[in-house]
Nanobody, 131 residues
Framework: QVQLVESGGGTVQPGGSLRLSCRIS????????IGWFRQAPGKEREGISC????????YYADSVKGRFTISTDNSSDTVYLQMNNLQPEDTGIYYC????????????????????????WGQGTQVTVSS
């Protein structure tokens, strides 16, 4: 059974940084694309970044481009999201999810990162940016 577990959320001041982790169990990263999503209170879940190492693909939504960096550690089957210069509008619950097919990440610059194309989700980790 494939499971994703996020960690690393917390509360930071504007301009601060956090690094989120998404560890995969029951499978390896090889051949999979992993996406990061976030959901602010009262808003729809937003796809913000994805990565596929085996079919090299990388995507950032405009809202996080230049501030967030996604990366992988295949030795521990973990995907990281380094978040710098955090702002109050970054507040929300952050989820990682496995894409149904690696092509969903490859096509994300055209289609956006879609929740319906991801079928295995972590439980989420809260990120709060507040002064």
């Amino acid at each position: 059974q494939v499971q994703l577990v996020e960690s690393g959320g917390g509360t930071v001041q504007p301009g601060g940084s956090l690094r989120l982790s998404c560890r995969i169990s029951g499978a390896t990263l090889d051949g999979h694309a992993i996406g990061w999503f976030r959901q602010a209170p009262g808003k729809e879940r937003e796809g913000i970044s994805c990565i596929s190492d085996s079919h090299p693909s990388l995507y950032y939504a405009d809202s996080v481009k230049g501030r967030f960096t996604i990366s992988t550690d295949n030795s521990s089957d973990t995907v990281y999201l380094q978040m710098n210069n955090l702002q109050p509008e970054d507040t929300g619950i952050y989820y990682c999810a496995a894409a149904q097919h690696w092509s969903h990440c490859t096509l994300a610059p055209v289609t956006g990162l879609r929740t319906v194309e991801h079928d295995i989700w972590g439980q989420g980790t809260q990120v709060t940016v507040s002064s």
